[in-house]
């Protein structure tokens, strides 16, 4: 198993931007595909995005698709998510996670099944 470690959390005002990061240890990085999630206060966790081995194929929520890119950099063993335009409702403490599994559909990757491992979170706040 990998062991991640997101940053890049913080307060921001609705309309910015944030570059969140997730850094995961060890020299098989290039094996998982990496999974973001949130959990905004009070509501169960949600998935946000999700990028390929090789980084060529992502999925996202509709509700981040057209605003958030997300990229990985596997000589760094590190994932970016990239946020833009971000609204109040954007507010929660986002999570990687780490999948060893194959699936051909993207779809799969949806839920919290696949993970093996899991970050301890990073905090976003937008602010109106």
């Known amino acids: 198993q990998v062991q991640l470690v997101e940053s890049g959390g913080g307060l921001v005002q609705a309309g910015g931007s944030l570059r969140l990061s997730c850094a995961a240890s060890g020299r098989t990085f290039s094996s998982y595909v990496m999974g973001w999630f949130r959990q905004a206060p009070g509501k169960e966790r949600e998935f946000v995005a999700v990028?390929?081995?090789?980084?060529?194929?992502?999925y996202y929520t509709d509700s981040v698709k057209g605003r958030s890119t997300i990229s990985r950099d596997n000589a760094k063993n590190t994932v970016y998510p990239q946020m833009n335009s971000l609204k109040p409702e954007d507010t929660a403490v986002y999570y990687c996670?780490?999948?060893?599994?194959?699936?051909?559909?993207?779809?799969?990757?949806?839920?919290?099944?696949?993970?093996?491992?899991w970050g301890q979170g990073t905090q976003v706040t937008v602010s109106s």
């Open positions: 990028i390929k081995r090789s980084g060529a194929i992502t």
């Open positions: 996670a780490a999948s060893p599994r194959t699936y051909s559909s993207g779809s799969s990757y949806y839920t919290a099944t696949p993970y093996a491992s």
